[in-house]
């Protein structure tokens, strides 16, 4: 089957891809910080920038989830059985014996099975769970500074205890999806996807993928 470039990623898409990785990051090399692991900004500079960062990061939640169900791009996301045992196989064996993906990406399909039960995941549970514990932790600790209280929870500890927690699983999603970068067509292709837009994909004779001019 022939190969043309597809344009998979559109520019909103790309902008909150790279923005979230970019606060995402920064939220967790200030939060670390918060947390003890090592000194950097210094605690006071490392709470100022990580709730400087968190309201970043809610404002852009807010526009891609508009972004979403405005273009039924949500879709893309929700979760299918079909291909998962495939895909695992050929990440833990077919991978290191040339085997060909067994998915094919398309305009209309451009996740495979296993990551969009993990960006699912990471939509419903560990964001959600990060954002709410982190206003949590803003709405308790601050107020209750200059003596309000402003929700009636008795310690921070569960609240501590469950944003580290989804910190640490963001954490380790990030270094699996570096080295899943690299597991495209080549090596670079799916970061080159991810930069452009474009994407060298079969033509699979889909009228409602827009080719390259
Ligand atoms: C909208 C999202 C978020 C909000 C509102 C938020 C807010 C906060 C607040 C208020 C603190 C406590 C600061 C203090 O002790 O004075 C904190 C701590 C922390 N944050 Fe976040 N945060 C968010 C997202 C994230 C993300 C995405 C990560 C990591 C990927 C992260 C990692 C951490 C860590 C590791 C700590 C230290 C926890 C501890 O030791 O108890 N946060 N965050």
Do not use: C
């Not at 600790?141 to 929700?151: E, V």
């Amino acid at each position: 089957m022939s190969k043309k470039q597809f344009y998979i990623y559109k520019g909103f898409e790309r902008f909150w891809h790279w923005m979230q990785a970019i606060l995402i990051f920064f939220l967790a090399f200030t939060g670390f910080e918060i947390h003890g692991t090592y000194s950097f900004f210094g605690f006071r500079d490392a709470v100022r920038y990580h709730n400087v960062a968190a309201y970043m990061f809610i404002g852009l939640i807010v526009f891609a989830i508009f972004w979403h169900l405005t273009t039924g791009e949500y879709k893309q996301y929700i979760p299918t059985l079909v291909n998962i045992k495939a895909q695992l196989n050929y990440y833990i064996f077919g991978i290191f014996r040339n085997a060909p993906h067994p998915t094919k990406k398309t305009v209309l399909s451009k996740l495979n099975p296993l990551q969009k039960l993990t960006y699912f995941g990471l939509k419903i549970l560990v964001i959600p769970l990060s954002l709410t514990s982190g206003l949590l932790y803003i709405f308790y600790r601050y107020p209750s500074r200059h003596g309000i209280k402003a929700i009636n929870i008795e310690t921070l500890e569960v609240i501590a205890i469950v944003h580290t927690v989804a910190a640490v699983l963001l954490v380790a999603f990030i270094i699996t999806h570096l080295y899943l970068i690299t597991t495209g067509e080549t090596l670079t292709s799916n970061l080159k996807a991810m930069l452009t837009g474009y994407e060298e994909l079969e033509d699979m004779h889909h009228t409602e993928q827009k080719e390259k001019k």
